[in-house]
């Protein structure tokens, strides 16, 4: 099977901005009016922005009646209660956000996000109705001592635990190439995609040939073709790259040559 070969046509691309703690409240306006013309005539992707939390409900008021949808970073578990300075399922579905960001490397490490908590954030996003960009990746060393693949098995397996397919989107950004201009080669990115495709089909069965495959991982509007080319990578989550309004549009933009 060719690198290039696209396996389905039922994986419409996707891709999504991750802003992580960057813009307030008026730079997100800013950014919404340029990007929505800019990108008003991609019909054909799904398109997501992930602003911070006191940004939602500004974006996600902008976005309505667009092409554009809205995801939190991040989310607790729990509906309401006494959990100082986290913010509910509930609460982000109210801010006008249909998606939400999980398990992103940088809650794993410096929030010491476990694959365990991971699932049980999954289970309630979906249990609401949020759809998931549920995140994984090997860290350098991890890839370096030859255990990428039982890393992102493991992280697969255990933060899919008990859940279904449907609004699951994958995304895999190898912890080294995150904010490092060192993207992974596309033959890189499409191996790794590949395997986490096969584990996902011992998971989801069929279900796991429409589930979308994102690469993360310092995506530019210059990297981006090569990459789509690639019959297992779906779509993008992409940080740096997504905080101007024309460099974000060109990457939603992109065309297969
Ligand atoms: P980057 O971030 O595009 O700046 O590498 C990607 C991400 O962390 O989602």
């Known amino acids: 099977m060719s690198l290039y070969t696209k396996l389905s046509d039922m994986r419409t691309p996707f891709i999504s901005a991750n802003w992580k703690m960057n813009k307030g409240i008026e730079e997100t306006r800013a950014f919404f009016s340029e990007f929505v013309s800019l990108v008003k005539d991609a019909k054909s992707r799904e398109i997501v922005v992930a602003p911070p939390f006191t940004s939602l409900h500004t974006a996600a008021g902008i976005a309505k009646d667009t092409n554009i949808s809205i995801a939190a970073q991040n989310m607790h578990t729990n509906d309401s209660g006494a959990f100082t300075g986290e ?7 109210d801010a006008g956000c249909s998606h939400v960001i999980l398990g992103h490397s940088e809650r794993r490490q410096y929030f010491n996000e476990t694959d365990h908590l991971i699932n049980e954030k999954i289970k309630s996003a979906r249990k609401h109705n949020i759809k998931v960009i ?3 990746g090997e860290t350098l060393q991890e890839r370096e001592d030859g255990n990428t693949f039982n890393i992102l098995g493991r992280q697969i397996t255990e933060g899919l635990k008990d859940i279904s397919p449907e609004g699951i989107v994958v995304a895999y950004e190898p912890v080294w190439a995150i904010g490092t201009g060192r993207t992974a080669t596309p033959e890189q990115a499409q191996e790794a995609h590949a395997s986490i495709r096969q584990k ?3 998971i989801f069965g069929d279900a796991a040939e429409n589930t979308r495959i994102l690469y993360g991982g310092s995506v530019t509007a210059e990297n981006i073709n090569r990459l789509m080319e690639c019959g297992d990578i779906d779509g993008a989550l992409v940080g740096g790259a997504s905080l101007k309004p024309d460099s974000f549009a060109k990457i ?3 065309d297969i040559k």
């Open 87 to 93: 913010i509910s399922p509930l609460m982000i579905k």
């Open 134 to 136: 549920f995140c994984i």
């Open 200 to 202: 996902l089909r011992e």
């Open 252 to 254: 939603v933009n992109y």
